[in-house]
C-alpha cells in the first residue's frame, strides 16, 4: 500500500453519463463535493479530515482492507453544519506510470451519503478523485 499520508486536493463527481460537451455550467453542475483530505496512515489504520471549508468538516477513520483499498467512515462534528453527517468512502492510489512525466500522486475512489441530511436521501453515491499537494 503506497503511503497516502499528506494533503489531497478533493473533488467528487455524481456520476451523470450526459456528455457536457464543454459546457462549463454543466461541468460545474456535476461536482458533488469538494475539500482538502488531511490524511495520516499509521500501520493499516488511516485517520484525518475532509475539510470542505466554513465549519463544513467531517473526522475520517478506518484503514487498509482486503485488496489494499483504504475504507473510511467520515462523521461530522457536533454542534457544526456537518452534525449528524456520515459518508463512507472506499479508494486506491492511482496507477502511476513508469514512463509518466510529472505525474502527480492521486487516489480514486467512490463515496456514499450513508445517513440522509437537509433533505438528501442515504445511498447517493459520486466518484472522487483526490491530488496530492505539492
Known sequence: M???SGLWTYRSY???PTMISGDPDKAVQ????????????????????????GGYV??????????????LVGLGRDATPTAGW????????A???????NQVPALVGTVIRAKPHDGAPAG???SFIAVRQA
Not at 458533488?32 to 471549508?53: I, N
Open 2 to 4: 503506497a503511503d497516502v
Open 14 to 16: 455524481r456520476n451523470d
Open 30 to 53: 456535476n461536482i458533488f463535493g469538494e475539500g482538502m483530505f488531511d490524511l495520516r496512515l499509521d500501520g493499516e489504520s488511516v485517520a484525518g479530515t475532509l475539510d470542505m471549508g
Open 58 to 71: 467531517l473526522d475520517l477513520s478506518g484503514g487498509v482492507v482486503a485488496g489494499g483499498d483504504v475504507a
Open 86 to 93: 456520515q459518508y463512507d468512502y472506499r479508494f486506491a492510489p
Open 95 to 101: 496507477h502511476r506510470w513508469p514512463n509518466g512525466v
Open 124 to 126: 447517493t453515491v459520486a
